[in-house]
């Protein structure tokens, strides 16, 4: 018999040699339908594996990211069947799960895929996974392997198994389709239910432009076909919400070759969204105690060596400029400045927390292949702070720290996030992470605690830590489901002591303080990227770039409406008169491309009654009210900054 720990902390015992579908069997027939793969001690594994010693054991579903990646590449094996079906010939490189889905690559000998191919691959797909086969394993020595791809003649597969021992080869085999794969894959095809193929391109093989270009399609499939439809409406709504294409339209950003890649220009009415998304958080901040410091663009490379960004970091840092013989480097991160402000006066426990907060420019040096719109830049701002604390307030500063996370998810209208909590690996103290058990610990159970008592969704990672302390991936999910990460909230035992900051404690000795990094808001950068496809580029009145437009039927009514929109600019409203000879039709679709709030529309009746006629984005006429009264509303509206 065999004891077998579930993720709940229960233990059952079972025959020796028993699977984790047995197990599942056992438990319920429903849950048997839904298993994909398990992990044993941690490793994902087939279902079929048989299970010979006391084991912890998760059951993999659909619904977990384990399950996802194991059904994605189990369906790139299909797809591989299907290719074959249809390219006799066809010669495979590897076929692995992606973010959302999974990709082939492939020889097809000179032919070449077309669009009505990529459907009648699905079709097939779809006949073969009907078939409900199995995935069968079987171990097998690295001779017979490299005869039966010798007989194949499949270059690629001979070059995969060339780097493989005897005793690590397995074959796996779905219907007509063998390949050399070490797994994990699902338990029959019968669980693919929607397939769609995506994209064709082009791939060198093993990435390098030398050699020659493979044929890589993409796909994506589902358990059922109602996911699959949301899933390809999520993309086509993404599509239109791309930031990229709403941030030239609405005038946000731009990007200039003599400036360079990855250097964003922020255009007048982006300069409006980032001057808001400040006075949130220096409003925020101030509230919370924070106070503020500006530090310079450039540092001397000795701060860097101290910091240990050099040599670490170095290929993320622009190259260095020499000055009076001295290396300067452009800021990759803004923590090194701030710690030379604390360290700037002599610090008593009364100082403490000290937070310090500047939303700090930083230069990366991304990749040019990187690159790509808001989300990877070389310039970024980031909202910025550097808490420093004993241990005794860590907690109280570590769950601050995450209300006003929380607190900024419900202004932007943020309903789904998760915080990934990833710890360090007890067995890599003093290499990967820094030689403190006890402070990890301590640190890390804190965090929990904070964690779980503020009710905040959170997976815990291990052995994915920084190297000086815990760390938190906030994960949020716009509003049409996708997937964006936030920022990062840390915990520092080690930059304190690398720069020798201590202050004077109750005993009146010196210790080194906690440090928390943090940033709720990201970048700019990033941050207004993701707003811009949460929001449709529909920004809520207080952040929009233009709040009023205000519409004059008429030049007869032009004087009137200039002097509504002068009470609207000295109440704070960022308003505007179309006083074009245009007609008001034209002017009102003119206005909703723009995607700004509110229109009031000015006439004769208007006039007269020192009234206007309101029109609100997304919502159309929402009739005549007196200035004073919209004035009102505008004023509550942006103060209360109401996410519409
Ligand atoms: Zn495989
Ligand atoms: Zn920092």
Same mark, same amino acid.
């Given at each position: 018999?065999?004891?077998?720990?579930?993720?709940?902390?229960?233990?059952?015992?079972?025959?020796?040699?028993?699977?984790?579908?047995?197990?599942?069997?056992?438990?319920?027939?429903?849950?048997?339908?839904?298993?994909?793969?398990?992990?044993?001690?941690?490793?994902?594994?087939?279902?079929?594996?048989?299970?010979?010693?006391?084991?912890?054991?998760?059951?993999?579903?659909?619904?977990?990211?384990?399950?996802?990646?194991?059904?994605?590449?189990?369906?790139?094996?299909?797809?591989?069947?299907?290719?074959?079906?249809?390219?006799? =010939?066809?010669?495979?490189?590897?076929?692995?799960?992606?973010?959302?889905?999974?990709?082939?690559?492939? !020889?097809?000998?000179?032919?070449?895929?077309?669009?009505?191919?990529?459907?009648?691959?699905?079709?097939?797909?779809?006949?073969?996974?009907?078939?409900?086969?199995?995935?069968?394993?079987?171990?097998?020595?690295?001779?017979?392997?490299?005869?039966?791809?010798?007989?194949?003649?499949?270059?690629?597969?001979?070059?995969?198994?060339?780097?493989?021992?005897?005793?690590?080869?397995?074959?796996?085999?779905?219907?007509?389709?063998?390949?050399?794969?070490?797994?994990?894959?699902?338990?029959?095809?019968?669980?693919?239910?929607?397939?769609?193929?995506?994209?064709?391109?082009?791939?060198?093989?093993?990435? !390098?432009?030398?050699?020659?270009?493979?044929?890589?399609?993409? =796909?994506?499939?589902?358990?059922?076909?109602?996911?699959?439809?949301?899933?390809?409406?999520?993309?086509?709504?993404?599509?239109?919400?791309?930031?990229?294409?709403?941030?030239?339209?609405? =005038?946000?950003?731009?990007?200039?070759?003599?400036?360079?890649?990855?250097?964003?220009?922020?255009?007048?009415?982006?300069?409006?969204?980032?001057?808001?998304?400040?006075?949130l958080a220096?409003?925020t901040e101030?509230?919370?105690?924070?106070?503020?410091?500006?530090?310079?663009?450039?540092?001397?490379?000795?701060?860097?060596?101290?910091?240990?960004?050099?040599?670490?970091?170095?290929?993320?840092?622009?190259?260095?400029?020499?000055?009076?013989?001295?290396?300067?480097?452009?800021?990759?991160?803004?923590?090194?400045?701030?710690?030379?402000?604390?360290?700037?006066?002599?610090?008593?426990?009364?100082?403490?927390?000290?937070?310090?907060?500047?939303?700090?420019?930083?230069?990366?040096?991304?990749?040019?292949?990187?690159?790509?719109?808001?989300?990877?830049?070389?310039?970024?701002?980031?909202n910025d702070a550097?808490?420093?604390?004993?241990?005794?307030?860590?907690?109280?500063?570590?769950?601050?720290v995450n209300d006003m996370y929380i607190k900024y998810f419900?202004?932007?209208?943020?309903?789904?996030?998760?915080?990934?909590?990833?710890?360090? !690996?007890?067995?890599?103290?003093?290499?990967?992470?820094?030689?403190?058990?006890?402070?990890?610990?301590?640190?890390?159970?804190?965090?929990?605690?904070?964690?779980?008592?503020?009710?905040?969704?959170?997976?815990?990672?291990?052995?994915?830590?920084?190297?000086?302390?815990?760390?938190?991936?906030v994960?949020?999910?716009?509003?049409?489901?996708?997937?964006?990460?936030l920022a990062t909230n840390?915990?520092?035992?080690?930059?304190?002591?690398?720069?020798?900051?201590?202050?004077?404690?109750?005993?009146?000795?010196?210790?080194?303080?906690?440090?928390?990094?943090r940033a709720p808001l990201g970048?700019?950068?990033?941050f207004?990227?993701?707003?811009?496809?949460?929001?449709?580029?529909?920004?809520?009145?207080?952040?929009?770039?233009?709040?009023?437009?205000?519409?004059?039927?008429?030049?007869?009514?032009?004087?009137?409406?200039?002097?509504?929109?002068?009470?609207?600019?000295?109440?704070?409203?960022?308003?505007?008169?179309?006083?074009?000879?245009?007609?008001?039709?034209?002017?009102?679709?003119?206005?909703?491309?723009?995607?700004?709030?509110?229109?009031?529309?000015?006439?004769?009746?208007?006039?007269?009654?020192?009234?206007?006629?309101?029109?609100?984005?997304?919502?159309?006429?929402?009739?005549?009210?007196?200035?004073?009264?919209?004035?009102?509303?505008?004023?509550?509206?942006?103060?209360?900054?109401?996410?519409?």
């Amino acid at each position: 018999m065999i004891n077998v720990r579930f993720p709940d902390g229960a233990v059952r015992t079972y025959e020796k040699g028993i699977t984790p579908m047995a197990i599942a069997k056992s438990i319920s027939e429903g849950l048997a339908k839904k298993v994909i793969a398990a992990s044993v001690d941690g490793v994902v594994c087939d279902a079929s594996t048989p299970l010979n010693n006391d084991i912890a054991l998760k059951l993999h579903t659909w619904d977990d990211a384990e399950g996802k990646s194991t059904f994605w590449h189990s369906s790139a094996h299909l797809l591989a069947e299907a290719v074959e079906s249809l390219f006799p =010939g066809v010669k495979f490189w590897v076929g692995p799960a992606v973010d959302k889905g999974f990709y082939y690559d492939m !020889d097809l000998g000179g032919r070449h895929i077309s669009e009505e191919n990529l459907l009648s691959l699905e079709k097939k797909m779809n006949e073969l996974a009907a078939k409900n086969s199995p995935y069968i394993k079987k171990e097998i020595s690295k001779s017979d392997a490299i005869a039966y791809f010798t007989e194949k003649g499949d270059e690629y597969k001979l070059d995969l198994l060339a780097g493989l021992q005897d005793g690590e080869i397995t074959f796996y085999t779905q219907g007509e389709f063998t390949d050399l794969c070490r797994g994990p894959h699902i338990p029959h095809t019968g669980l693919i239910k929607a397939i769609k193929l995506t994209s064709i391109a082009g791939a060198y093989w093993k990435g !390098d432009e030398k050699n020659k270009q493979l044929t890589r399609v993409y =796909g994506v499939t589902f358990p059922n076909q109602k996911e699959l439809d949301e899933h390809l409406q999520m993309l086509e709504e993404a599509k239109k919400r791309d930031h990229r294409k709403l941030g030239k339209e609405l =005038g946000i950003f731009t990007f200039d070759d003599d400036v360079g890649p990855g250097l964003p220009l922020w255009m007048p009415n982006g300069t409006v969204v980032i001057e808001e998304l400040e006075r949130l958080a220096k409003e925020t901040e101030s509230a919370a105690g924070y106070k503020r410091v500006v530090t310079p663009h450039i540092a001397k490379e000795s701060m860097y060596l101290t910091s240990g960004h050099l040599p670490y970091y170095q290929d993320s840092m622009y190259p260095p400029m020499e000055l009076e013989g001295v290396k300067y480097y452009l800021k990759a991160m803004n923590c090194p400045h701030h710690h030379k402000i604390f360290s700037a006066e002599s610090r008593s426990y009364k100082d403490l927390p000290l937070r310090l907060a500047e939303y700090g420019t930083c230069y990366r040096y991304e990749q040019s292949g990187e690159l790509f719109g808001l989300m990877r830049v070389r310039c970024l701002h980031m909202n910025d702070a550097h808490i420093y604390c004993s241990k005794e307030d860590f907690a109280n500063e570590f769950r601050a720290v995450n209300d006003m996370y929380i607190k900024y998810f419900n202004i932007f209208g943020i309903d789904k996030y998760v915080m990934r909590l990833s710890l360090h !690996d007890p067995a890599k103290l003093g290499q990967k992470y820094i030689n403190e058990p006890e402070l990890w610990k301590e640190t890390e159970e804190m965090v929990r605690k904070v964690l779980i008592e503020s009710n905040i969704p959170f997976v815990e990672v291990p052995d994915e830590g920084a190297f000086y302390g815990p760390k938190i991936d906030v994960q949020i999910w716009s509003a049409i489901g996708r997937e964006f990460t936030l920022a990062t909230n840390q915990v520092d035992f080690a930059q304190g002591r690398r720069f020798g900051l201590q202050y004077t404690n109750k005993d009146n000795q010196a210790e080194t303080p906690l440090i928390i990094h943090r940033a709720p808001l990201g970048t700019h950068e990033r941050f207004i990227g993701f707003l811009l496809e949460h929001y449709a580029g529909k920004f809520p009145v207080w952040l929009a770039p233009l709040q009023v437009k205000i519409l004059p039927i008429s030049d007869k009514f032009n004087a009137y409406a200039r002097r509504v929109n002068q009470q609207l600019l000295e109440a704070g409203i960022r308003s505007e008169v179309d006083d074009r000879g245009e007609k008001v039709g034209k002017k009102i679709r003119d206005t909703e491309l723009m995607k700004i709030p509110y229109m009031l529309v000015i006439g004769e009746k208007e006039q007269t009654e020192n009234s206007v006629s309101v029109r609100r984005q997304g919502k159309g006429d929402m009739g005549q009210c007196a200035v004073s009264e919209i004035l009102s509303t505008l004023t509550s509206e942006i103060k209360n900054r109401q996410n519409i």
